[in-house]
């Protein structure tokens, strides 16, 4: 059994040899592999993550549940998107600037002569 | 820096792999080349506002120490702050002109506020190192000329239609939300849901209020074409003029909306 698979290793370390005194054959090879390999990590560092992903539904807790039902029925009465509008309405007219003073013009001092 | 070398990851976190830092280092690229808005336009005028202070101060003290002590040196000296003083001051209105636009997004100021800014920003190019005091003097009067004549009364016209546009905005928004209330309304007297009483009443003086807003509206804008009409009194006097029935709007919007939040108070109770 040794022997066999000293025979074996001796084999191998021989194709090797064979493999790196080839400089045509190594750098032929290496080159392809080279680029195989360099876009299959740079496919797992930039590609799209969300194909990784199993597409197994997180548990959601009972009480986000509730607050998602109420958010849902909320956006279904008109009368609250409504009221929602007319506070948002109502900030802006308070934020009203008339005069819209930081854009007045600035002071310039046309008189330069001396 | 000091923050910046004591900042650590928070706890229980891990440092970025080189994909997310790369990815983040894009991003940020992406996001500092977004479009140039009226944030932006401002802090630049901000910016350049100082910058001309600062150069007017120079200017100053080098022609107080000229006309103290006229001598060659102190004159050239005097010269160099001014030719410094004339360009930025250019800068300073093509940069306060773009920000006005970026605020006003008006198609029917664009284009008026960008050739004024071109202006300026041909004029400062014309300003060469090598121009004598009265040479920068003759050009100062150019850009004099031209704020006094043309850009002051477009600024004017222009903060006024800002103005004008902003309480227009909010009107159509408060419209909007009334035709809604008046569509609920109506198909819940149809269901018999609702009672019509006082809402017809109310719709009467919801609609007056609509009617003075537009009115008022109508009134600066009239005002507001009489910037560029030559008989004109000044274009600050038209400004102001234009802001009265402005002004007197902006307790009309408050009251339609809280007339507003009435009924849709009184929809939601009678339900």
């Not at chain 2, 227009?168 to 149809?190: A, C, D, F, M, P």
């Amino acid at each position: 059994m040794k022997t066999k698979i000293n025979q074996l290793i001796s084999q191998i370390k021989a194709f090797f040899q064979k493999y790196y005194a080839n400089k045509k054959i190594f750098w032929a090879t290496v080159i392809p592999v080279g680029v195989i390999l360099l876009v299959i990590i740079l496919g797992l560092l930039f590609g799209n993550r969300k194909n990784n992903k199993l597409n197994i539904a997180t548990p959601t807790p009972q009480s986000q549940n509730q607050e998602a039902g109420q958010q849902n029925s909320q956006n279904l009465d008109p009368l609250i998107n409504i009221e929602n509008n007319l506070n948002k309405i109502k900030g802006k007219i308070n934020d009203l600037d008339i005069k819209q003073l930081p854009l007045a013009p600035p002071i310039i001092n046309y008189r330069i002569d001396f | 820096m000091e923050t910046l070398r004591s900042a650590k990851p928070p706890c229980g976190g891990s440092i970025p792999p080189p994909a997310s830092m790369i990815k983040h280092f894009l991003l940020s690229l992406l996001i500092s080349v977004k479009a140039f808005d009226f944030s932006q336009a401002y802090q630049d005028y901000q910016y350049t506002l100082e910058t001309y202070s600062n150069s007017f101060n120079y200017y100053q003290t080098a022609r107080d120490s000229y006309l103290k002590n006229p001598t060659l040196t102190l004159k050239e000296e005097a010269r160099k702050m001014t030719l410094e003083m004339l360009k930025n001051r250019d800068e300073l209105m093509r940069v306060y002109l773009t920000a006005i636009k970026l605020r006003a997004e008006a198609d029917v100021l664009n284009s008026r506020l960008d050739s004024e800014a071109i202006w300026y920003s041909n004029h400062k190019s014309n300003y060469q190192n090598g121009d004598t005091l009265t040479e920068l003097f003759s050009k100062s009067n150019e850009s004099e000329n031209r704020y006094k004549i043309d850009t002051l009364p477009l600024i004017y016209y222009s903060l006024s239609y800002i103005s004008y546009g902003d309480e227009v905005g909010l009107r159509k928004s408060q419209e909007e939300i009334y035709n809604n209330l008046k569509t609920i309304i109506n198909e819940k007297v149809s269901a018999g849901k609702l009672d019509i009483n006082p809402f017809n009443r109310w719709f009467s003086d919801i609609e007056n209020i609509v009617q003075n807003l537009k009115s008022n509206e109508s009134k600066a804008q009239s005002e507001m074409e009489k910037m560029f009409d030559e008989t004109r009194s000044s274009p600050i006097g038209v400004y102001n003029t234009s802001l009265i029935p402005l002004t007197n709007s902006v307790i009309l919007l408050t009251k339609l909306n809280n007339f507003l939040t009435e009924v849709s108070a009184s929809i939601r109770n009678q339900q």
